[in-house]
């Protein structure tokens, strides 16, 4: 697994492995991630979240998908791990472990729950820069990547 971004070694982690999707629309080259308006301005994230106690990466990346989105997802396929040590406002010190996928949505089940997460389709080349995390833009790259060849 791939780490990104600088541990602080006078900090001690808590552990967050989490399941998150990169949606492609097979009908363009664009792909949905999630925009999220807050006091500080805008922050752009990949659809998924933390592993439940008991949950498979499947399972939560299900789970995350119909809470932010309202969709079942079919066609997954790994793209990659990556890690990043991250101060979190709201959660503190984190190890992110990010398990990344390359989906489609499927079918629409549900209302979201999380009413702040907007999906928005995008170019991928245009938003490496622009997503929250380090590690989401270290595996942006990696997917651009894997499309080119």
């Avoid at 998908?65 to 066609?75: D, H, L, Q």
């Avoid at 472990?97 to 629409?108: C, G, L, N, R, T």
């Amino acid at each position: 697994m791939k780490y990104v971004g600088q541990k602080d070694e006078n900090v001690e982690y808590r552990k967050r492995p989490g399941a998150y999707a990169i949606i492609v629309n097979k009908n363009d080259d664009k792909i949905g991630i999630v925009k999220v308006i807050t006091d500080e301005g805008v922050e752009n994230f990949y659809l998924g979240g933390g592993i439940e106690e008991g949950e498979t990466k499947l399972e939560a990346l299900n789970r995350e998908m119909v809470e932010e989105a309202g969709y079942s997802i079919k066609n997954i396929e790994e793209l990659g791990e990556v890690g990043e040590f991250i101060f979190a406002e709201e959660k503190g010190y984190i190890e992110v472990i990010a398990s990344v996928y390359i989906a489609e949505f499927d079918q629409k089940i549900a209302e979201p729950i999380e009413k702040d997460h907007n999906v928005i389709w995008v170019k991928p080349e245009e938003y490496i820069d622009k997503m929250f995390r380090e590690w989401q833009r270290y595996i942006m790259k990696k997917f651009i990547e894997k499309r080119q060849v």
